[in-house]
């Protein structure tokens, strides 16, 4: 260790191996510029999860500590129909399976359907013995915090939705996106009060 305050960075790694809850793993936005996508280039979820797919050792470090690649398409039968998972992780901090799908579009709550089908399954079918409760993520190119806030229980702590951007915002872009979030805040803030 070359830091001159070991003992800080100790306690430091520690802190953050010690963290058990999704919410402070779960990251939203997710940067995947090093995928090297064009601005403005029609992408596919397959394409999507063959380049995510390509650069996975990027992939791995963008979604944080912990995680390890188990497949993609995993596949499962319910009553003879196949469902199949876009990418399946497992997080040796949380313990647990991280499921994830992709969307290459605005975030619908059948998606959030569809990740609760996923983990429930998972809960009951794939989960080892000392396992915490396997975690969806939809990962998506555009999401309504109140679609997910409606779809979800209030109690969740399995299921999130999480954006995705191809490249890092230019400032004006930002600047939008930022005035974009505050508008659907204060909606919120709104609605909440009627």
């Known amino acids: 260790m070359s ?6 960075v100790e306690e430091n790694m520690v802190s953050s191996l010690s963290k058990s809850d999704p919410i402070d793993i779960i990251k939203d936005p997710y940067i995947l510029e ?30 944080g500590r912990g ?9 499962f039968y319910i009553d003879g129909q196949n469902y199949f998972i876009d990418l399946v992780f497992y997080n040796y901090i949380l313990k647990c399976f991280v499921l994830i799908d992709l969307k290459v579009g605005e975030l619908k709550h059948q998606d959030i359907g ?10 009951r079918e794939m989960m080892n013995e000392g396992d915490n409760l396997p975690i969806g993520i939809v990962l998506c190119a555009d999401k309504s915090d109140a679609v997910v806030k409606y779809t979800l229980p209030e109690d969740n702590k399995q299921i999130f939705a999480s954006k995705y951007m ?5 400032e004006e872009e930002f600047r939008k996106e930022l005035q974009r979030e505050r508008e659907e805040i204060e909606l919120q803030k709104e609605l909440e009060n009627e």
């Open 3 to 8: 830091s001159t305050d070991k003992q800080s």
């Open 34 to 63: 090093f995928l090297g996508v064009e601005k403005y280039e029609k992408l596919y979820e397959k394409d999507l999860e063959e380049q995510l797919i390509s650069h996975l050792q990027s992939f791995l470090l963008e979604l």
């Open 67 to 75: 995680f390890s690649f188990v497949g993609r398409q995993k596949r």
């Open 114 to 123: 569809q990740m609760q089908m996923y983990v429930n399954y998972y809960t």
């Open 166 to 170: 191809l490249y890092i915002p230019s």
